[in-house]
């Protein structure tokens, strides 16, 4: 005996436990590729080299890590001294690029997370 639309709940119960992680999985990807989108926007170009170096890595389950590699890229983002003849003679204030590409995706981030749940619930 069982109940009516038992089994039928069941099925999708066992369908979730694999799409969950998938389609979050998915997410993430999407969303750290819009900010590196984003942070590219918002980074001074001389050369390109900074610009072109935002690259995105998976960090284990339901982690994306978002990072640029190259040398000057963390005074670019933070700011830093000038120093000439072992005096600093000024501030170079830094540009937040990544931080303000983070919180221009955040504004979207959970209401879209939140659509996306609901999508793979209903389905």
Known sequence: MSINGMDEWLKKIESLKTDFS??????????ANE???????????????????WQRKNGGSFKQIVY?????????????????G??????????????????????????DLEIMYKNLISR
């Open 35 to 53: 900010v590196i989108r984003e942070t590219k926007k918002l980074t001074p170009v001389d050369t390109g080299t900074l610009r072109n170096a």
């Open 86 to 111: 072992k005096r600093v003679v000024g501030i170079v204030r830094g540009r937040h690029m990544l931080h303000k590409g983070i919180n221009r995706v955040r504004m979207t981030f959970y209401r």
């Open 68 to 84: 640029n590699n190259t040398t000057y890229a963390s005074h670019i983002e933070f700011g830093h001294r000038i120093i000439r």
């Open 22 to 31: 998938q389609e979050t999985e998915k997410f993430l990807k999407k969303k």
